[in-house]
């Protein structure tokens, strides 16, 4: 069977009890219709990049499926049917990763920071000179002289 994986972003205002009462309802959608949740996560509450349903925040959620297409879409359909949840994600995947996603990994485990030059590095800026453009030094043409 194909797999995939799921990411569902709940309203803010559930419990942590209830958000994770949709991840068992949506596995055993999953489940009634032929397949298998093989991992599941609950990442928590996060800050969206902008409002969905007048929510600024979300409650968001992981599911790696091994599952065939009628259970998917079946899934999705409550989903999107569901009053508690704003956004559905799914992505066929070749594999799942071994391990916890990269949002349940700390951000010393990323390794992210080392790959960045440090703010104060920003290199050579020599090519910007002192002049930004216009005719500010010099002779000025027009208007009052103001010496």
């Known amino acids: 069977m194909p797999l995939y994986e799921h990411v569902l972003i709940a309203r803010q205002d559930l419990s942590s009890a209830q958000a994770e ?21 609950y990442w928590g ?26 259970a998917v879409q079946e899934m999705e359909r409550l989903a999107r049917l569901h009053d508690d949840v704003m956004r559905v994600l ?5 594999a799942h990763e071994d391990g916890p996603s990269v949002q349940m990994q700390k951000r010393d ?10 703010r104060g590095d920003r290199g050579d800026r020599g090519d ?11 002779e000025r043409r027009g208007g009052f002289d103001r010496r």
């Open 21 to 41: 009462g949709l991840i068992e309802h949506f596995s055993t959608v999953i489940a009634d219709n032929g397949g298998k949740v093989v991992e599941h996560e």
């Open 45 to 70: 509450v996060k800050t969206m990049a902008y409002k969905i349903n007048k929510n600024r925040k979300g409650h968001y959620a992981l599911l790696k499926t091994d599952a065939p297409a009628a």
């Open 90 to 94: 799914t992505l066929k995947v070749t």
């Open 109 to 118: 485990d990323r390794g992210d920071r080392g790959d960045r030059p440090d």
């Open 128 to 138: 910007r000179g002192g002049d930004r453009g216009g005719d500010r030094g010099g």
